[in-house]
């Protein structure tokens, strides 16, 4: 099977031996993260003149001698074009909506409200995201980013737990309940 396909395919197997090397992640998060990718392999004649040495293209390609983003730049974050709100206004997500998920051991506890916000600790956030980056702070003790879609989770009406993305789906695929 061709690298294009696996990355196309989100290939269980590639999930799994990410999963050993990516333990905090769930499965739903590397899903996630390999949808995103873009892959291009490349290779050149091998020379003679080159022999061992690695070529300025060859660091490119593996990473190395990758020099760092310019100060003030940001990597520019895929948007899906949907909001949280938008999935609760299309009658998807009931509110309030109890969401969980456990992390590390611990139960954490939040509330879906029907502006789309998210309560935890005793605070809003705007974002599933950030409730759950905060979420996770409480636990490690430092902030990671955290796609809170993929982070949260809540019992559907058939009493099956999912994820947010889930939601997001079928908001994405036209199952909005009017």
């Given at each position: 099977?061709s690298?294009?396909?696996?990355?196309?395919?989100?290939?269980?197997?590639?999930?799994?031996?990410?999963?050993?090397q990516?333990?905090?992640?769930?499965?739903?998060q590397?899903?996630?993260?390999?949808?995103?990718?873009t892959?291009?392999?490349?290779?050149?004649?091998?020379?003679?003149?080159v022999?061992?040495?690695?070529?300025?293209?060859?660091?490119?390609?593996?990473?190395?001698?990758?020099s760092?983003?310019k100060?003030?730049?940001?990597?520019k974050?895929?948007?899906?074009?949907?909001?949280?709100?938008?999935?609760?206004?299309?009658?998807?997500?009931?509110?309030?909506?109890?969401?969980?998920?456990?992390y590390?051991?611990?139960?954490m506890?939040?509330?879906?409200?029907s502006?789309?916000?998210?309560e935890?600790?005793?605070?809003?956030?705007?974002?599933?995201s950030?409730?759950?980056?905060?979420?996770r702070?409480?636990?490690t003790?430092r902030?990671?980013?955290?796609?809170g879609?993929?982070?949260?989770?809540y019992?559907?009406?058939?009493?099956?737990?999912?994820?947010?993305?889930h939601?997001r789906?079928?908001?994405?695929?036209?199952?909005r309940?009017?």
């Amino acid at each position: 099977m061709s690298t294009e396909r696996l990355i196309a395919d989100r290939d269980r197997g590639l999930v799994r031996l990410l999963k050993r090397q990516l333990a905090e992640l769930t499965d739903g998060q590397i899903v996630d993260s390999i949808g995103r990718l873009t892959i291009r392999v490349q290779s050149e004649p091998a020379s003679p003149a080159v022999g061992l040495a690695r070529t300025d293209k060859m660091e490119a390609a593996s990473g190395r001698g990758k020099s760092k983003p310019k100060a003030g730049t940001k990597k520019k974050r895929q948007s899906l074009g949907v909001t949280l709100e938008q999935v609760v206004q299309g009658g998807l997500l009931p509110t309030p909506l109890k969401l969980f998920r456990k992390y590390k051991g611990k139960l954490m506890q939040a509330v879906l409200n029907s502006d789309g916000s998210v309560e935890f600790g005793g605070q809003r956030f705007s974002s599933c995201s950030s409730a759950a980056e905060f979420a996770r702070s409480t636990v490690t003790g430092r902030k990671m980013n955290t796609n809170g879609w993929s982070f949260w989770r809540y019992t559907d009406a058939d009493q099956k737990r999912r994820e947010l993305l889930h939601a997001r789906k079928l908001f994405l695929n036209g199952s909005r309940k009017e």
